[in-house]
């Protein structure tokens, strides 16, 4: 049981490194918070709610993700090297991918109901 708690220490941490360190992580809270504002405001139904907190918990998860795959790559070589280019690009484009697709999805939830308010 206490290795079960210590797991949850150990993954918070993280959680809080990742916000600290990573200038990309104060972005994805700052856009967080204002989608939320945003979704209290334009007055979400429940399902829109869930879609917004998977596309908000999912984009975090993912940076996290790709901030731990740079310590890595930065850990295994301090020289440039094609494969650690790669690893970091496509760890990137992971979550440059998920970021287009969740500001889609944004879009297409709030701008409709934006127009339907005017
Ligand atoms: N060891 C390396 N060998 C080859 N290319 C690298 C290496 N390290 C980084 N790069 C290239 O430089 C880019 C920037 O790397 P960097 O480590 O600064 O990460 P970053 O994506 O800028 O993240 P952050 O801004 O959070 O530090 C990578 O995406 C990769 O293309």
Do not use: C
Request: no cysteine; net charge positive; glycine share 6%.
């Amino acid at each position: 049981m206490r290795r079960f708690f210590k797991a949850f220490v150990y993954a918070w941490n993280g959680i809080v490194h990742g916000v600290k360190a990573e200038r990309n992580m104060k972005m994805h809270v700052l856009a967080a918070i204002v989608v939320v504002v945003a979704g209290v405001l334009t007055k979400l139904s429940p399902v829109e709610w869930f879609i917004v907190m998977i596309l908000i918990g999912g984009m975090f998860a993912l940076e996290l993700m790709n901030a731990a795959i740079e310590r890595v790559v930065d850990l295994v070589t301090s020289k440039r090297h094609p494969l650690a280019q790669q690893a970091k690009d496509l760890a990137a484009g992971a979550v440059f991918v998920f970021a287009i697709f969740s500001a889609i999805i944004g879009l297409l939830l709030f701008v409709p109901k934006w127009l339907n308010f005017m």
